[in-house]
């Protein structure tokens, strides 16, 4: 922890993704503005928010391979400037139409982020401290909700929504300068580096590939049942996840009209959510345990959006969002380290993108599909009552993955440790 790369690359990645997660944060808060300027309705509201998913989608496999064959260094630094003028464009809008072309753009260019830091951490990144890296860039997600909604909150006060996205779009383009002077692609790059710890690392890192199995590709990966049983979990999670962080500031709303207040409250819920995180990763590595730590949350999440919905003081309703939020965010640690432990080598990196790529358009489908309930009922009931069934389900297809793994199996992937994974 003491060497200098920790310093050097994680707080530079975390910053850069928290200002690409502030546009799947500050659009939730903004909402019911946009709502009454643009007189939309929550279906429409939906697909504004979710369009984004749809293209997200596009570079996921680009941009790992891109990143791989190229420079991730540079590739990300041309999509965070791509991201932050779409970004700007969104406050530039008309209409409806206008919006969601933008917030499709906008997707584009933030997809190809999340797998080109993957292939950067792995540059510079053990085996051994790859599952921390991750752990502490993924962090950025609630830490991002926990800042971004006060502050869209505070900024909306003073401001009207369109302005606020041109604000917002402002950071991601200054960061992108700091990411490409501080950021290298590889140890070797880095004239910061201890020439010791250099050599060393490049060592370590050299070895582990050349370990490496040989992927077998994607085609591999389509026909395999585990892969599309591990797509279809993650889809269901995103769906409650994405349908939930989006409809929150809404909810939250009801409880006060002022849009500061309404950030700071909405911010409550994704700061118990960084503490339970942070928590059931930790936990999970102690017992050694993935699946129950993926389970548990996501149940615990449904019963608590149904039970939202039996209660009328706002003290409860937001206890209730609060324990919601531990819940869909829980199992980001535990989660990722079950598809390595159940998938054969050859295909595993094939089929962390196909869960990505695809099982990401829950996003799209979990604030479509409650906005539309929202509209056919007039109120948020059947809307949380969608998303609580579609975490149940994504509990329900880990607990089976678990359970379906064979014995044999678990001694193939283990060597010192054995990963319990039910």
Request: charged share 15%; hydrophobic share 55%; glycine share 8%.
């Amino acid at each position: 922890m003491r060497s200098s790369k920790w310093i050097r690359i994680i707080p530079v990645a975390f910053i850069m993704y928290m200002l690409a997660y502030m546009d799947r944060i500050n659009i939730g808060v903004l909402m019911p503005s946009i709502q009454n300027d643009l007189h939309i309705s929550a279906s429409a509201a939906g697909d504004i928010a979710g369009i984004f998913f749809v293209g997200y989608l596009i570079l996921q496999i680009p941009g790992g391979i891109l990143a791989t064959k190229w420079s991730a260094k540079k590739f990300i630094f041309i999509l965070i400037i791509l991201w932050g003028l779409a970004a700007m464009a969104s406050g530039l809008v008309q209409n409806e139409g206008q919006l969601k072309l933008v917030r499709f753009l906008l997707g584009v260019a933030e997809g190809g982020i999340w797998p080109a830091v993957l292939v950067l951490l792995a540059n510079w990144f053990t085996v051994r401290e790859r599952a921390r890296a991750n752990a502490f860039w993924m962090a950025c997600l609630p830490v991002s909700a926990m800042l971004m909604a006060p502050l869209t909150g505070i900024l909306l006060k003073f401001f009207s929504w369109k302005m606020v996205l041109i604000f917002e779009g402002i950071p991601p383009i200054i960061w992108a300068f700091v990411w490409y002077m501080i950021i290298k692609d590889r140890p070797s790059e880095a004239s910061w580096m201890d020439e010791k710890e250099k050599n060393q690392l490049m060592n370590t890192l050299a070895a582990e590939q050349g370990k490496a199995v040989k992927s077998e590709g994607y085609t591999a990966a389509f026909k395999n049942k585990t892969v599309w049983g591990l797509v279809i979990m993650y889809f269901l999670w995103m769906t409650g996840f994405y349908g939930y962080t989006l409809w929150v500031p809404s909810v939250v709303e009801q409880f006060t009209k002022d849009s500061a207040v309404m950030g700071w409250l909405t911010a409550i819920p994704f700061t118990c959510a960084l503490i339970g995180m942070i928590i059931n990763s930790y936990w999970s590595d102690r017992r050694m345990n993935r699946v129950q730590h993926v389970v548990v949350p996501l149940m615990i999440a449904a019963c608590t959006m149904v039970a939202g919905q039996f209660v009328e003081s706002p003290e409860w309703k937001m206890i209730l969002l609060s324990i919601t939020a531990i819940g869909v965010y829980a199992p980001y640690g535990p989660l990722w380290a079950i598809p390595t432990a159940i998938i054969p080598a050859g295909i595993v990196g094939a089929a962390l993108g196909l869960q990505n790529a695809i099982g990401n358009l829950g996003g799209y489908n979990g604030p479509k599909f409650f906005g539309v309930l929202k509209d056919a009922t007039g109120n948020f009931h059947a809307g949380f009552y969608f998303l609580a069934l579609s975490l149940a389900l994504a509990a329900i297809v880990t607990f089976i993955l678990g359970r379906s793994i064979t014995e044999t199996s678990m001694e193939a992937k283990s060597d010192d440790n054995v990963v319990k994974l039910d």
